[in-house]
């Protein structure tokens, strides 16, 4: 319950900053929620594993439950501090 709490937070706002260490990724791009859930590579692999199809991100802040376990499991295992 936690979690989808926080991801009601994120999904408050247009362009959030997810802080993991710092607000730019290591690639050089900034870290919001598009970024991290949709396009980062260092969580492709774990991404893939939670979705295995692509999933947009109205879905994955917005969806139907099932969607947003997903988008919860996603943050946690990636140790997202939203």
Same mark, same amino acid.
């Given at each position: ?22 607000? !730019?990724?290591?690639? &050089?791009?900034?870290?919001?929620? =598009? ?9 492709? #692999? ?10 947009? !991100?109205?879905?994955? &802040?917005?969806?139907?439950?099932? =969607? ?9 295992? #990636?140790?997202?501090?939203?």
């Amino acid at each position: 319950m936690y979690l989808m709490k926080k991801i009601n937070n994120l999904a408050n706002f247009d362009r959030v900053q997810l802080f993991i260490r710092s607000s !730019m990724c290591v690639l &050089l791009a900034a870290e919001t929620a =598009e970024h991290v859930l949709q396009n980062c590579q260092t969580y492709d #692999a774990l991404r893939q594993s939670i979705w295995n199809e692509a999933v947009d !991100m109205t879905t994955k &802040l917005y969806g139907p439950p099932h =969607e947003l376990e997903r988008t919860a499991a996603f943050i946690a295992k #990636a140790g997202i501090a939203v």
